[in-house]
């Protein structure tokens, strides 16, 4: 098959992060795979995709608005001529979804989001039907589609994004005497909570019986210029912004511990790199979080949007910050087990299955 992989945009953080690995597998199946982005937006997405060997045509048009991009998106598949469209996130999945119903193509929508908006929902939820194969990245997901989309089990698919590397280098353990250094990965928007971490940092200052320690964020976004203001209102000289990384795992081996305050998530891609680099996060208990992390096994979870909460468990892991290291390697050895990559390349054979079997019938 000649698969059309539509994507919001190619802008950089989690969401661009499987994209490689997922398209790896269709195309190891046999199958022809190229990307079309509805938006530049920062661009940062497109190297990665181009090391894989994917070709990326992109809207040249700067503003969002849909109709022109459904012509253009309707233009491009007319041109292409995909056998199948393969979708993500609510903007690319509805406007694939119309060409698709124009062009006769048969429709495949992955869903990653379990904090959908109400209009979303709607939307979705009513146009369900003109997807072939909905899949979710995560079982959280999968509980959204079935719940809020009405998603019918003989058309839903579970397919993990995360693809864990047994090989990755593992994060060397804090030792007497260093600072306790705490990273976290994400864009700088509202949903990933950093004005919480702001505020639950704010609340440690008079505490003295914590050892120094530094939090670093890795990340880039809109939301900068109010986390700058809070960090200067509450003088948190123990936290930094370093601006987006493409080095993802060299950032990661240089912390003891992860932080991921975030209001809502599907598959958090930046807590489970952390867990496969071996470092315990504290996190909050949305989206998949809660079923990957042990609570007080292999990670800290804490309730969402709660500063006092979120301060309290920073402080019993800054307190005790060998714990983070055997917290660490049970994370590890979670991850690498949940999401082998001979796990992670069965489920999306197994959806491939499905939708070629009838065809070869």
Known sequence: MRIAYIINSVEGGGAAFPVPDITNVLRRAGHEVAIFALQRRDGRALPALQAAGLAVDIHPGAQRGHLGTLRWLDRRMTQWRPDLLWTSLTRATVLGQLVGLI?????????HSAGLSPANTRLLRG???????????????????????HIPADRAALWPIFRAD???????????????????????????????LCQALALLKTDPTLPPFQVTI?????????????????????LRLAGFTSAATAFLSTQHGYIQPSRHEGLCIGVHQAMQAGL???????????????????????????????????????????????MGQAARTRVLDLFAPQRFDAAGLA???????????
């Not at 194969?133 to 509980?143: E, G, I, K, M």
């Not at 007497?176 to 919480?196: A, F, N, Q």
């Not at 890795?218 to 123990?238: K, M, S, Y």
Request: charge should be positive; proline fraction near 10%.
């Open 103 to 111: 062009r006769r193509i048969p429709v495949v929508s992955w869903q």
């Open 218 to 238: 890795a990340g880039e976004g809109d939301a900068r210029p109010q986390i700058e203001r809070l960090i200067r209102e509450h003088a948190l000289t123990t």
């Open 127 to 149: 146009l369900r039907s003109l997807s072939r194969v909905w899949v979710a990245d995560s079982t959280c997901v999968l509980h959204v589609m079935r719940d809020r989309l």
């Open 166 to 196: 047994p090989g990755c280098p593992a994060a060397r353990p804090w030792q007497p005497g260093e600072t306790v250094r705490l990273g976290s990965l994400g864009r700088l928007h509202p949903v990933k909570g950093y004005d919480i």
């Open 280 to 326: 315990a996060p504290i996190a909050s208990a949305v989206g998949e979080i809660p079923y990957t992390i042990q609570d007080g096994i292999s990670g800290l979870l804490v309730p969402p949007a709660d500063p006092a909460a979120l301060a309290e468990a920073l402080a019993s892991a800054l307190r005790q910050p060998q714990a983070l290291s055997t």
């Open 351 to 361: 959806i491939l299955d499905r939708l070629t079997r009838p065809q070869r019938a």
